[in-house]
């Protein structure tokens, strides 16, 4: 079972304009609104590949639930006070570029996550992928996602991360099995430049040396690059129009638990990963592409043994 966690769950409203002016009057060609958060996208890209998760996190409005019943996402939120924030994502279609202004969130506390952790646990059984990934609200300390980290590994869970800043740093002293951080996180995390396949290795084998199993890091327009105990690949990327980068990361690490939950052999999953990210980018706001895409293009994907 995959069950994803969304600690800042969001409502994602995308807008096209012909040309961002800055301090003038800008028009809209067309605006559309998603649920998100990067664990909710996840479930959508599963759900999208044909399989399911079960959604959890923090909520404060019923508009992400709504939207989750109605394309059939199980779901379980913790109920808060607060409002759910709002992400606006102004993609122009001038120059391609996408401007994001994402709010915090609301306040929340480590009892709402305790709340959370037992959600999880109803609905988790042994051997689960939980899949902690994104923001958390500026109230929570830093090292939320660590202690949820340690706490589900007691019940025998399997922990993917996708986080970056502080969050990632205290996380990875819970040793989450699986992570995926993207190029610029990790050069933040090294303080150096990863622009190499000889560096992301070495990068990678610094995880897998204390106790992380699978290394992924997507590398954007360049592909992306794994590693394990025993091996690396570089992946080259799909040559695609984008149309917007948002939900790319999300994409590809729904791909990947998608791909584990059925058992898919390493190639197929790495292809996978980097189709289902590819289509991502060709799609407006946050929406999936569809598996049919994907399985066309995962032929594409070139899988180099370093």
Known sequence: ?????????????????????????????????????????VSKVIKSLGGESMATGLLGSSYIENALNKVGISHDFVRISGETRTNLKVFDRRTGETTEINESGPEVSMQDIDCLYEKIITHATAGSLIILSGSAPKSLPRDVYKTLIQKLKEKALKIFLDAEGDLFRQALEGKPHIIKPNRHELELYFERKLDTRTSLREASQHFIERGIEKVFISLGAEGAFYSDSKRSYY??????????????????????AYALENQY??????????ATSAGAVMTVGTKPMDSIWVLKNMEHVVVTAL
Request: aromatic share 2%; net charge neutral.
């Open 235 to 256: 992946l080259n990327p799909l040559q695609v129009k984008a149309h917007s980068s948002v939900g790319a990361g999300d994409a590809f690490v729904g791909a990947v």
């Open 1 to 41: 079972m995959i069950i994803t966690v969304t600690l800042n769950p969001a409502i994602d409203k995308t807008i096209e304009i012909d040309g961002l002016t800055q301090g003038g009057l800008n028009k809209v060609v067309c605006s559309n609104t998603d649920p998100g958060g990067k664990g909710i996208n």
């Open 265 to 274: 052999g390493l190639e197929k999953l790495l292809k996978m990963a980097v």
